[in-house]
């Protein structure tokens, strides 16, 4: 919706304003993330059962870190200048969510650009999802957007990130059925399907001036999914934790 897409937004750019040298990433994703509560709050004030608030919680992830580093505010991991920082975030009105991200370098201003392998992965991302914009249309095939990401990554002599899915969102529902795989391989691929009319997609573009390879680090998990599933709790403690995550899920 307009109201989510405006949050969203002024998140994100909320959330660019606060990446400042010595900022303490955890302390920032929860200084945002109680700007989205705060917003959303306003939405539906007369419409009590209409769900709104945070579809994807503030991620800030730096450098060689690809995604979704949400840290406890307790957390002392803190931003320095020359950081390559990752923001994504997610809002919903009614259950419609909006997902965007925005990539920098902190201490850098059109009076001090980027240059070198930085500038090259930040051109190269930006390039790509122009392009995967340009291409998610009717009629065209979901291959094309990896195809023509992967030319335009050895152009800038980068290389597409493994394992990163692009959904079909729709109400309620971030991570759809059909998806796109930025770097399919002959270990990894998704079923190639025409773009439907009036779908929409999130589109998701990661680049990396190295192999393109993950791995796992050792920073504790703090963004989970929840299932629409049913669960009988018999413990009181659990419950309340449950009613806590149903109401701002």
Known sequence: SR???DITNAALNLAASLCVPGAVIGQVCAQVDA???GETAKLFVKQKKKAKGIAF??????NNVV???SPAPSDATALNAGDLVKI???VHADGFPVIAAQTFVIGHDAANPITGRQADVIAAAYVA???AVRLLKPGNKSTDIPRIAGKVAESFQCH???GVLSHEMSQNVIDGEKVMLLRPSHDQ???EFEIPPNSVFCIDIVMSTGEGKTREVDARPTVYKRLNSGYSLKMKGSRTLFSQIHDKC
């Open 3 to 5: 109201d989510a897409s």
């Open 160 to 162: 597409l990130v493994e």
């Open 88 to 90: 994504d975030l997610g």
């Open 57 to 62: 919680p503030t991620c800030i992830s730096v």
């Open 129 to 131: 999802a122009d392009a």
């Open 35 to 37: 700007f989205i509560q």
């Open 67 to 69: 995604g979704h580093f």
């Open 189 to 191: 691929h998704s079923e």
